[in-house]
Structure formats: C-alpha cells, structure tokens
C-alpha cells in the first residue's frame, strides 16, 4: 500500500480528514525548507506537497510564482532537490506529493524522473498540466512506483470525472474555484456542489481532496463539512514563509498548520 | 496531415493544459470544426479578408533585388501591404468572427512585438468587440507605438511583469486569465503555437497565403514555385505559407532568428539548436536547459523572441520536409537595408530574416528558377530599432 494510502485509512479510523500542505522547494532557501517541513509536521500536515520551481508556471498564482523564480533563482535543481527529499525523509514518515510541471519530468524522461524521486522518498506526483489525454507515457512509468494525482475543476463533466478518478491513485485533486492558485476570499457555491457531484462519482474508491484558493480554518471547516476527503492549503503558508524570520519559521508554521488541522477532526 | 483529429503531429502538438481548460478547448474544437465548412462563415470571413483586410495580395517580382544578385527569380508575397501592416490579421479576422459565433463577450489575447494584438485590436473593433491584450512589461516598452495603437484601437493592455516580461510570460498571464474566466472568455492566440486545436486552426487561417502563392505563381509561370521561404516565431505565417505547397515539388525553407549567432546563447532558433519538450499546452522543440526550464531568448526582432514553435514546423522538421535555418541580427540588418534601397520595400526585421536567406538561396540557383519569399509585414514598427542599431555599430 502506499503511504498516501496508509495515511488516508488511518486517518478514516480515527475519523479525521486529511490536511494537505503545500511548500515550494528552495524558497527563499533549503534550510528554510527544512524549517516549514519541521513546523508542518509538528503541526500536524498529514501530506507534504513540495513544489519543484518551473520558469513558466501557468496554473499559478502571483504568490506561488513568485516562490518558483526565487527558488530558481536561489538555485534549485533536480539534483539538489531529490537530496532535500532525503534529508526530509529522515525527518519523518509523512507522504511527500511532488508538484511541478510536466516539462520537468519529460526532459528527464518519465521513467528515470519518477524513479529516481521514488527514492528519494516521493511518494506521488501532481503536475496540473498533465492532461489525461497525454498521460498513457507518465502512467506507465509511475506503475507500481508512485501515486498519480490529477487534477478536475468544477466544470469537469461527470464523464470525466470517472475517467480521470480510474487514472488518479492517492487522491484526486479537485479544483475549488475557476482560476490559479493564491490566496481567495470566500467560499463558492459552485464548490460545495461539485465536492457532493465528485464524491457521488468516485464513491469512495479514491479520496478527494479540495484545493486552490483555501487559506484558512474556516475555509477547511466548511470543505470538510461540505465532504471532502482532504484540503489542500499552500499559498497561505508561503505568506508566512515570505513574511517570516527564519528563525521563526517552524513555530509560526507549526501554529497555523494546528490551526487548520483541528478542523478536519470531526 | 488534413486535420488532425488527435491533435498531434506525429509525437508533436497535443494538449497539456490545466483541466479547468479543457471544456474550453473542446467547445473551441467543436465550433471550429462547425464553422470551418459553413458557407456563411466561409462568406463572412471572405468578406472581411478581402474589403477590410486587403486579400488577395500581390505577388510581386523583385526584379531589381534579383538582378542584383543574380540568381534565382526572387517572387515577394506581400502580406505587408494587409491592414495592419502583418499578416496577422488573416488569423484574428477568423478567430474573431468565431468568437463572435460562439457568442464569446469577452476577447483575450498575448503580443509580443504587439503586432497580434493591434490585429486583434482591429479584427474586434471592426466586429463590434473589444479585446484585453497581454504584453510583456519589456515589449511595452520596446514597443510603446503599438501599445498606443491598441488603447487607440478600443482595446487594453496588461503589461506582464512576471518571469522574463516577453512574450512566454503574456501567453502564460493570458492563460491564467483564461482559467479564471473560462466561462465567458474567447482566447484569441496569435500564431500556430498552444494546445490543439490552435495549431491546425491558425494554419488554417494562414493558409490563405499559401494558396494565394499557389495560385498567383501558377498564372505567372505556370507552375508551382521552386523554392519557398519564410520566417518563423511561433511558425504561423510560415505554416500558412508551406501548408498549401508541401504536397508540390518545392524546396521549402524556414528561417529562425539567430541573433548574435547560435553558439552565443543569445537567440530564438528554436528548431536550429531546441530540444524536445511540454510548454504551453504543446509538445514541441523548446529552448530549454537540461532540466527542463525554459530559457531566455534574444532576437533583433520581437516577433521571433519565442523560446517555442508551432508543433507542426516540428513535425516537418523531423520528417525532413522542411529545412530550418537561421538568421543572425547581422544579416537581418544587412537584409532589411538590401530590401529597402534596391526595391523601395521595408520589410519588418521578421521578414527581413527570410530575405536574408532568399539571398542565400537565390545566389545558388538558376535565373530559370523562382523563389517565393513571404513578406510578413512591413517595417515601419522597426525603423528605430534599426537606426539605433546602425549608430550603435558606427560608434564600436
Ligand atoms: C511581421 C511579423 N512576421 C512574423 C512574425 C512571427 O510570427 P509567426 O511565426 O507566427 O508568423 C511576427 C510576430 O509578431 C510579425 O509581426
């Protein structure tokens, strides 16, 4: 079973609904990194997404943008970033989701790419510019490896949604508002109705998790009431990564990951 | 490859877009598919192509420039002489006029130089629309003019102040927009380049200038020209300008910008030195570092300032159909000054890279022969350009 699996049972039996962190590598730096995964653990994230910086990131906000050229320009590379997986892999068991772009993993080749981040400690890979008409090459390499999260939006068509649900494994992300990633204010209708359509449609056989625009505990309090399997937050906590000390980062992280996680217990 | 029904060009092309787009792209396909054989639409756009836009346009004999070289018989396709002064206005007429029966209300397009989105500018005023243009924080500049025109023109413009502030980053800022405004928004794209079906769509919409070339060489020589040469940014011109002639015998040519030459760095030769990858919905040659990010390009033209291109230039280039080379900004000077005092036309620096090459070719082949090189637009936009670049090379 994977650990993305393991995490979401285990959860189930203690009735709780995961928290999904995102970070970007690299951003402002690796050691500030270290501290946010530090904070976030303590804090109680169930997954870590880590974000590996692409020069064009297009389903992005500003705020994630930003994190993506500073990251870059700071140095990031495959390299580097598959050493930091390990060093955060000897930090702690969490399941680790990779998010980047697909360019990164095609130049390398799907195979080696998703290999040599397998173990490193990877555990799953989101890449919003995978379409599932252009995924039989990614499929294939991740096979046995690691989880594949794909992506739907609120005007997915339910046709698709069970296609991109049989191709998802880990969970499935879905899109909460039309639009890039950053911090939203307000929850939408339209949400609400589509976690109810995609939750009727997957059944249960993967768990969805609702992302894009949440930043807060309310925000989370009212995708879990509303039945989602997990929440995905991460432009909020490069906010306080931006706005942070370094040496501040992992308590402040800590706090706020406390924070939202207390609402996914019910 | 009529229309391709997978989106791809051999391995190239397809659409690696962001779920939210894909409603989007599938309406756009069913549409475009809808209104490419109907009558009425066909007769609209006809309409506009020829009273507004300026079609047909002349295939014009560069007696002087030929004679002077002294080889080949140098044809000119006069794209230059359309309203806007680009051949651009060919794709955003049609794109426009879809739009427009897709009951689309609101317009987005990207520039770069800006000429795309005065053409947009102008194909939705004179349809009664009005666009939002994305350009680059640096082109705003370079290209001020235009970014007047387009204000002028009824339109606005967003400078783009993320990533290398060019024209990658307004395609990536339009389709941001786009994603966030799926449910009401037309994205109207400037050349062959993006998810399926905007590659096949816009050379579709150029193609207009090879079937022109075609039939124009056809009344003047009776028979299809020898060779074919044109300019290529994201390839839309020069698809449009091929498509309707790779079935004939002609040599076929694509010209990249160079810039300070390949091995510099410093250039936009995407097909000349690129290597295969996923940007902007396509799988297609990227200039890109070994980890798959995207480098910067240069080029004495902004309208070939493109790290990628239109997937199915790749396609020809793999199948070895066409042959892709490059100009350097040297030559491109060279040529632009050629052009102009030998024959009285000032082409745009992007053409001028075809009339370098044209040269090239012209010197190896017989008077017998006939080359037919498309002149893209005209070079009013680049006179400054040009002249700060001649007191630039006076003074080192
Ligand atoms: C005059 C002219 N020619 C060529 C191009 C390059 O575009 P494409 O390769 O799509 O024809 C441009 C783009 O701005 C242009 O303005």
């Known amino acids: 079973m994977s650990r993305i699996k393991e995490k979401f049972s285990e959860l189930d039996a203690k009735n709780e609904k995961a928290l999904i962190s995102y970070i970007m590598a690299g951003f402002p730096n690796e050691k500030t990194t270290l501290s946010a995964v530090k904070g976030l653990v303590k804090g109680g994230a169930d997954i870590i997404e880590l974000g590996f910086p692409f020069s064009d990131p297009l389903a992005d906000g500003p705020v994630i943008q930003n994190a993506s050229t500073i990251s870059l320009e700071k140095g990031t590379k495959i390299e580097k970033f ?18 980047t772009y697909t360019n990164i993993l ?29 995924s039989k090459d990614y499929l294939n390499a991740a096979k046995g490896k690691t989880d594949t999260i794909f992506l739907i939006s609120p005007n997915t068509s339910i046709e698709r949604i069970k296609k991109i649900a049989n191709a998802s494994s880990g969970f499935l992300y879905l899109v909460a508002v039309y639009g890039t990633t950053g911090v939203k204010s307000g929850i939408k209708n339209y949400t609400i109705k589509a976690i109810k359509e995609t939750r009727k449609q997957t059944k249960g056989k993967v768990p969805v998790g609702v992302g894009f625009g949440v930043s807060t505990p309310k925000d989370v309090k009212r995708y879990v009431s509303a039945g989602a399997d997990a929440v995905i937050v991460g432009s909020a906590f490069l906010k306080i990564i931006e706005n942070t000390p370094q040496n501040k980062i992992e308590q402040k992280i800590g706090s706020f990951t406390k924070s939202l996680k207390k609402e996914t217990k019910y | 490859m009529k229309y391709p029904k997978s989106g791809r060009f051999g391995e190239f092309g397809g659409k690696y877009i962001p779920e939210t787009l894909v409603p989007a792209v599938q309406e ?45 018989k140098i044809y000119l396709k006069r794209e230059d002489l359309l309203h806007g002064g680009a051949h651009k206005i060919n794709n955003t007429l049609g794109q426009a006029l879809l739009a427009k029966k897709m009951n689309k209300k609101r317009i987005i397009a990207e520039t770069g130089a800006g ?20 350009m680059g924080y ?43 405004n799926v449910e009401n928004t037309y994205y109207l794209l400037g050349s ?34 020898d060779s074919v040469i044109a300019c290529v940014g994201g390839g839309s011109n020069a698809i449009g300008t091929f498509y309707p002639l790779v079935d004939t015998n002609a040599e076929i040519i694509g010209v990249e910008a160079a810039g300070k030459g390949l091995k510099s760095g410093f250039h936009s ?47 020809l280039k793999d199948q070895k159909r066409v042959k892709y080379h490059s100009a350097t900004d040297t030559e491109v000077i060279d040529a632009f000054l050629l052009l102009t ?22 010197r190896k082949h017989k008077k017998s022969e006939s080359i037919v090189v498309t002149l893209s637009g005209r070079g009013d936009k680049d006179v400054e350009e040009v002249q700060n670049y001649l007191n630039k090379n006076v003074k080192d």
């Open chain 1, 82 to 99: 598959f050493k930091l997986v390990r060093k955060i892999r000897k930090l702690t068991d969490t399941p680790l989701v990779l998010m």
């Open chain 1, 106 to 134: 095609y130049k390398m080749g799907y195979s080696k790419f998703i290999s040599e981040a397998k173990k490193a400690g990877i555990d799953g890979f989101i890449l919003p510019d995978m379409s599932i008409e252009e």
């Open chain 2, 28 to 72: 756009l396909e069913e549409n475009y598919l809808k209104f490419k054989n109907d009558k009425k639409f066909k007769k609209e756009l006809d309409y506009y192509l020829k009273q507004y836009a300026g079609r047909p346009t002349p295939l014009y004999y560069a007696k002087n420039l030929s004679e002077k070289i002294g080889g080949a």
């Open chain 2, 115 to 134: 000429q795309h989105g005065v053409a947009t500018a102008m194909a939705c005023a004179a349809l009664g629309m009005k666009a939002e243009v994305y």
């Open chain 2, 138 to 180: 640096k082109d705003t500049i370079r290209q001020k003019l235009n970014v007047f025109r387009m204000n002028m023109l009824g339109s606005k413009v967003h400078p783009v102040k993320s990533g290398s502030k060019t024209l990658k980053d307004a395609i990536n800022e339009a389709i941001r927009d786009w994603i966030t």
């Open chain 2, 192 to 225: 062959a380049v993006g998810p399926h079906p905007y590659p096949v769509m816009v050379r579709d919409f150029q193609s207009v200038i090879g079937e022109e070339i075609k039939s124009q060489m056809k009344k003047l020589n009776n028979k299809t020209p």
């Open chain 2, 269 to 315: 030769a995407t097909l000349s030195a690129g290597t295969k990858g996923v940007l902007h919905g396509m799988m297609t040659y990227l200039l890109q570092d070994k980890e798959g990010q995207i480098t910067e390009t240069h080029s004495i033209s902004a309208g070939l300032d493109y790290p990628g291109v239109g997937p199915e230039h790749s396609y």
């Open chain 2, 341 to 362: 005092r030998t024959e009285g036309i000032i082409p745009a620096l992007e053409s001028a890279h075809a009339i370098a090459e044209a040269v090239k070719v012209a």
